[in-house]
């Protein structure tokens, strides 16, 4: 055998030998690839869903001389939404006329069941009430049973009867 031979086997070994590092590191880069686009796609999720995440409402009641019903909307982001409706059911399980409000800025706001045409007296601030405002929890009568807006980046969202979000 010859010493010229026994370099080129060698040499064709190391070869090989590198290309099949090569395709495991192909494919397990591939792998760490995916990973990464899935964790990137969740977290582009949560970003676009952080606004609409902190905006929720329920059926309250205003403790004075007698109960009064109404729906407390909460937006606790830091910007204002928009073209909210609020579904809620009254004391006849019958959808009332909705809450909709054209804008809504941060915090949060009590408004009261109302015979006058709109159906709900004007959004007050929660903290502006002397009186104990209590959410209503064990009734299946009197709850939202939808709700929609849009956040302040122009995006629709809904959520149902349990309080699920989603895009609409």
């Known amino acids: 055998m010859q010493l010229g ?4 086997v060698v040499t064709a070994l190391t070869a090989i030998g ?14 760490l690839f995916g990973i990464e686009a899935k964790r990137d796609a969740a977290a582009a999720a949560r970003e676009v869903q952080s606004q609409a995440s902190k905006v929720f409402a329920w059926v309250a009641t205003r403790i004075s001389k007698r109960e009064f ?24 399980e019958g959808e009332r006329t909705p809450v909709r409000l054209t804008i809504l800025p941060p ?9 006058q045409a709109y159906g709900w007296t004007f959004a007050s601030r929660l903290r502006s009430f002397d009186e104990e405002i209590r959410p209503v929890t064990k009734s299946r009568k009197r709850r ?19 309080g699920l979000l989603a895009r609409a």
């Open 5 to 8: 031979s026994v370099a080129d």
């Open 18 to 31: 590198a290309l099949i590092a090569a395709v495991f590191g192909a494919k397990n880069a591939a792998r």
């Open 69 to 92: 019903y109404g729906v407390v909307i909460v937006n606790s982001s830091e910007q204002a939404i928009y073209d909210v409706v609020v579904r809620v059911t009254g004391a006849d």
């Open 107 to 115: 915090g949060a706001y009590y408004l009261e069941e109302s015979p």
């Open 144 to 162: 939202v049973v939808g709700m929609s807006f849009r956040d302040s980046s122009n995006v629709a969202w809904v959520r149902d009867t349990e």
